[in-house]
Structure formats: structure tokens, C-alpha cells
């Protein structure tokens, strides 16, 4: 299966908010032809009316692709809408966080090929990391297909095994907002040292993307980058006195908020 089988075949993207939008607007930009589109959205965006694609319309009898890009609160409704697609030649991805594989399977049939997929919101700019696992009924080529639909929101690695999903939710799911509270936190301090706020935000935005973006385009480790701007007994080094401290800094504050949001991702998958 392949990009051909999309275009000849279809593919039926269930929700259509900003995670869907982002990726259809990448097929699109990357020669999907809008005609090979099937969504189903309650209440589509002006944008997407404008695309030329067949909107909560009849689906194709046997898409390629189905992907479920739904809230986790809409999944139980949004279901019975894929179900006729089960058990069949169409691969079912989900993007719809703490949503089970067994979950799908339960509703669509156990012989439905399925992949479980957890992007996170840089995505919707490009520049999101997508995690994806199979079930067994997924073929090889099936898992390459759905990694080359989504690499069209950033980069992919794909996991050995779904309980990964958990620690992957903990740490690129959940983790921008730990960043986005950096930006105000590290904003708020340089605001207490006498740098007024708007000049404060600007700095500590443009800081942490910048840094971000030289951790991702350089060989160096983040360790190497964090030692090339620390001189000895320097502004940096004091700071990172506080912040590397094995009790108080960072190292345990992250391993407690990973541990926590892992910990409720698995709660949920059980709720």
C-alpha cells in the first residue's frame, strides 16, 4: 500500500480541527489531490469548505485510509461513523490521545488493521513528532504509509510496543506546555529583575525557541550545548547551580511531572 492506493481508493479523515487541518493542508500542499478526500466534520471551518474535497458526504465503499482525528470525548460517537470500514482492507489510524488499540478493536473488529498515532501541537506549524504503533494486522507497507501521512506535520518514530504510548504522551504529548510554562516562568523572572514585561516575553520567547532550534540542527547533545555557553565561575554556571540540583532543580521536578502525566495517561486508558 502506498500513496497511489490513496489517490485511487481514498482516504476518509474523521474531525477535521486544527491536528486535522495541519495535516490535510500538508497532503494537499504535497500533490494529494483534494478528490481523494473524505471528511466528516460536524462543523467545518470556512478553510476547509474552500478545499474542493468531498465534505460529510457518502464515503468511498473500501478507502485506503480511514484516520480518526477526533477529541477523546467525541470518540464514542464519532465510531459508528468508521465501523462499516472494520475488518476490511482500509488501514484505521488514530490520533485521538488515550484511546486504545483494544478500544478501536472492540467497536471496528479484531481483524481491522489499526495504527495509534500521538502527534502533538507544533504540528499544526510543521514542526510536531509523531509516535506511531500497530496493531498485528498491520503489514509493513501499511505502517509506512501511515508514517509518510504523517511526517506531513514533522518527524515520526515509530514504538515496539503500545504501553510506550504513556511515556510518549508524558513527554512530547503533554511536553509543550511544559515548555510554553518555561517561556512564562523564565518571562517572570527577568520581569522580578527590573526588565519590563513586554521586553521581558520577547526575550524569553525568541530564547527558548532559538535554543530549541539549535538543540534539533546541530550534532552536538543538549549536555555539549549547555557546557559550550557555561564559563567557569560565569552568570550561567551560578544559575545552573540552582537549576541542576539533584533535590531541587530540575532533575527531580521533571521525573515527578513525567511520572505524573504518565501515571493519568494510564488512569485514563482505563476510565
Known sequence: MNMNDVVDRGLVLLGCGKMGSAMLEGWLRTGLPPTSVSVIDPHPSDWLKEQGINLNGDLPPNPAVAII???????????????????????????????????????????????????????????????????????????????????????????SAEHQMDAVTAVSGSGPAYVFHLIETLAAAGEAEGLPADMAMALAKATVGGAGELAEDVDDTPAQLRINVTSPNGTTQAALEVLMDQETGFPALMRRAVSAAAARSRELANE
Do not use: H
Open 69 to 159: 482525528a477526533v477529541k477523546p470525548q467525541m470518540m464514542r460517537d464519532a465510531l459508528p461513523d468508521v465501523k462499516a470500514l472494520g475488518n476490511g482492507q482500509t488501514l484505521v489510524i488514530s490520533i485521538a490521545a488515550g484511546t486504545s488499540i483494544a478500544t478501536f478493536e472492540a467497536v471496528l473488529g479484531d481483524k481491522t488493521p489499526l495504527v495509534r498515532a500521538m502527534p502533538n501541537t507544533p504540528a499544526a506549524i510543521g514542526r510536531g513528532i509523531t509516535a506511531l504503533v500497530g496493531n498485528d494486522n498491520v503489514q509493513p507497507d501499511q505502517m509506512d504509509l501511515a508514517e509518510a501521512l504523517l511526517l506531513s506535520v514533522g518527524q515520526t518514530v515509530r514504538l
